[in-house]
Structure formats: C-alpha cells, structure tokens
C-alpha cells in the first residue's frame, strides 16, 4: 500500500512537472550603449522574443539586427551596412540557462538574482557567454533584466578605424523583458 | 604676386575644408526616413506573414526594410516598457501575428477593428515550436494609414 502512495505521489509530482511553465514575450527590449569622445551612441530594439521555461531554467532570446533604432539616421545605416550586416545576418540570439534556477521562487514575491549561461550568437560568431541577471516577481508577473559587456571584436566585428574613436571597443549590452503566461 | 597666389591657394584649402565639415555634418545629421509620406508596398497582414514565413527569399527581400501598409484585423492592443503602442494585426495562424509598434498611437484602435498601418517591416522571427509558440512578422516605426 505504502508503495502504490509513493507511485502515486511520484506520478502526480511528474504531471505537475510536465505542464511546464513557460512564460514569454515578443515585445522584450534590449539595448545598447557605447561612450565615445564625439557622441555617444545608444540604439534600442523593443522586439524581441523570449522564452523563459522556469520548471528547466531555459532562456532565449531572439531578435533582428534591423530592427534597432538610434538616435541619428546615419548611425542605423552604418551599423546595418557596415557592422553588423543585417542583410548577412539578420538575426541575433542567445541560447541558454539559469545556472541558479532553485535560488528564484517564481510563486513568491521578490527580486531574485541570477546567473545565466548560454551560446550568444552576433555577426554570424557564436560565443559561450555568462552574465548576471535579475528576475523580478510581481502580483505572480515575472519580469528579467540583465546588463552586461560585449567586445566588439569577439564577434568579429570590424570597426573601420576612421571612425574607431566614435565607437567604443565594448559596448554595454541592456535586456529587460516583461513575460506573460504561455 | 607670389604672396596673393600663397594666400590664394590658402583660402581655397579653408573653403575645402568648411565645405567638407559642412556636408560631413549634414550626413552625421540627416533625419530618420519618413514614414508617414513614404510610397508603401500595400499589402494584408495575412498575406504579408505567409509571405515571410515561407521559405522562399525573394519574397522576404521585397518586403523586408521597406516601408508596407498593412490592412487586417486588430487581435490586441497592448504597450511596451517604453509606453509604445502595440497593435497585433490577425493572422491565419493562431498565436503568430503581425506586431507593430507604433511611432503615432491610434486612438480608440480595439480587437475586431479592420485597420491599416504603415511601418518599416523589419522581418520575421521565429518562435519555439517545442512550447507551440509561433513567430511574429515585426514591422517599427508604423503610423496610422489614411
């Protein structure tokens, strides 16, 4: 009796597991911001999708190069054209987990830090990346930002050197994305 | 004479370079595309996602970095982290629609609307098919057609 309770309990604990609790959006924001001695350049993209599965701790994120609006007409030219040819690689993505997923209750109220590891794909370069993040818990909303640095050059991307002191080497990279109930 | 030829040649290099600073300038500052007065591929939402869902690149290249007016049915109306107004157009697959962030709110835009928005269409991006979770075609900067 006592192990049909426990097969029992191990087969109801299993469905609550396979109803997975994947959150997304389709309208996250991920910006980003160089500081050089002319002008700093500060470009914002309000479309990308990700998916946070909070039973595995996966995240993605994904969105198009094109789709990041600066400031001046001339900057969105040169970083489609000459950057991060967007007509070469339309798309960027990040793949990956969080590593201290059992540190975030997603059923509690809070703001919970976070580490996540994942494959970041930019320029057609794909680089094991781990940045920090924080997921915020709100009336049962979930919510994640994340603010990190990325070199230029490990993505291959080349920066002609006429204009090298208008673009800094690393660029601050900003996510924040509200989630809604799949 | 020699002196006049010197300051001659002297006052052509500063007028060269004024004038390169002031076209250099005038690139650095050009405005954004205009949107709203722009010629537009017309096209429907439904078209326009099965168009770029499909695998066929020629027909992603005719839209994509153009500015298209798209007329269909508003599924929702939402905002962004900024305050942007979102409008999803419907399309035939549930769950995938055409979201447009709007550069100028509609007002009063609801569900069940027939409407037409003008924006420059960025592309498409898939979803996850392991969560059933279909993409979306995003067009930025759109403003209401009339």
Redesign the interface.
Known sequence: MKKMILLWMLFAFTNINAD?Q?Y?T??G?VSFFSKTVLENIDA?N??V?S?L?TETGSL?F???N??F?FP???M?ADFNEDYIESDKY??STFKGTITNLSDVNFNKDGSYSVKVNGDMTVHGVTKNISVPGTIVIKNGNVSATSSFKVLVNDYKIKIPSIVSDKIGESIEVKV?C?YQK? | MERKIKRNILLIFAAMIVIAGIIGFM???????DIKDATALKTTAVLLYSNLTKDSTSMKSRF??QVVEVSGEVKLV?E???G?Q?ILLKTNISGG?V?C?MEEKINNAKPGDSISIKGIC??Y????PD?D?P??V?L??CYPSI
């Open positions: 997975a994947v997304y389709k309208n924001n914002e309000n479309q999708i998916v599965n993605q994904s969105l198009l094109n789709a609006h001046k007409a001339k969105e339309p798309r924040s509200n799949k | 690139i650095w500052n050009e405005p954004h595309r994509v970095n939402s962004n982290q900024n942007d979102i629609s979201n962030t960025s592309g991006i898939g979803g996850d969560i979770l993409g979306d995003f930025t900067r």
